[in-house]
């Protein structure tokens, strides 16, 4: 797994795809961020790590509005799995995910100046996620279409059916290649959600927020947010019962 530090006075934001290519230009001086390995040298640990790992996200990202770059630093350490995961089941693809959680924190990046200590920060942070994702399914809806006419490929092979998943006479290959046909078949039935719902399982089911959280987040009344959760279920369950039986041998 790779993590993202601060490095220097910029706000130049490095992913590990591209390298190769150049980003937008920023607009505001702040840190520069790269790519580093996320396990860090023995020992290196240092009393700012320390003091950072005690501090709650709030009282970070007011530290980095001040300057306190160590700050953020320990924001990105926290918050870029979840937020590339919750990104990546939104919008179906690896790679367009990564260049869109570079914009979540470029977006945090450039509005630090404007975040109020009284707001919870991962509402903050999930707000302008969610926002990025809308953005960017508005801008490649056509994309999104034809992800969902055939949402589940690997590799670029068309996928197995479940009759050739489970010919193997391999037991264990067995369980694996079913494991994988009801992985899949998940993920297809998430991305065919409405888009309404599918946030709001989403940051329930991988994200774990309360609904009240999920209901600030996306701007709606706390009982329409766990309204939508139940209908999302419902779809869910509706879409996915002839796996049932195949998930409880797995189980």
């Keep these: 797994m790779e993590t993202i530090s601060c490095l220097a006075e910029s706000n130049s ?5 591209l390298n190769t290519r150049d980003r937008r230009q920023p607009v505001a001086k702040r840190p520069t961020l790269a790519i580093v390995s996320a396990s860090p040298a023995h ?28 700050a953020f630093e320990e924001l990105l350490r926290r918050h870029q799995r979840p937020v590339l995961n919750f990104i990546y089941r939104y919008v179906g693809n690896r790679p367009t995910a990564e260049d869109l959680v570079q914009d979540v924190f470029m977006r945090i990046i450039r509005r630090a100046g404007s975040y109020k200590r009284e707001a919870k920060f991962t509402t903050w942070l ?9 953005d960017h399914s508005r801008r490649m809806q056509h994309r999104r279409t034809a992800s969902l006419d055939h949402p589940v490929r690997a ?3 068309d996928r197995r059916t479940l009759g050739e998943s489970i010919a193997s006479t391999d037991a264990a290959t067995d369980r694996r290649a079913m494991g994988r046909e009801i992985g899949e078949q998940i993920k297809a039935a998430v991305g065919h959600l409405a888009e309404d719902q599918r946030e709001v399982f989403l940051m329930r089911e991988y994200l774990g927020l309360p609904f ?7 701007g709606i009344p706390e009982n329409t947010a766990k309204s939508r959760m139940r209908y999302a279920l419902e779809k869910l369950r509706s879409d ?12």
Aim: proline share 2%.
């Design 240 to 251: 996915l019962a002839e796996y049932e039986d195949l998930a409880r041998r797995l189980g």
């Design 126 to 134: 999930y707000t302008i996620a969610r926002n990025i994702c809308i």
């Design 212 to 218: 009240k959280e999920i209901a600030e987040i996306v």
């Design 43 to 70: 020992g290196a640990e240092t009393d700012t790590d320390l003091v950072a790992k005690e501090r709650t996200n709030e009282q970070l990202m007011v530290a980095y509005s001040q300057g306190d770059a160590s």
């Design 13 to 17: 934001f490095v992913s590990p795809r």
């Design 155 to 157: 590799g670029g092979e």
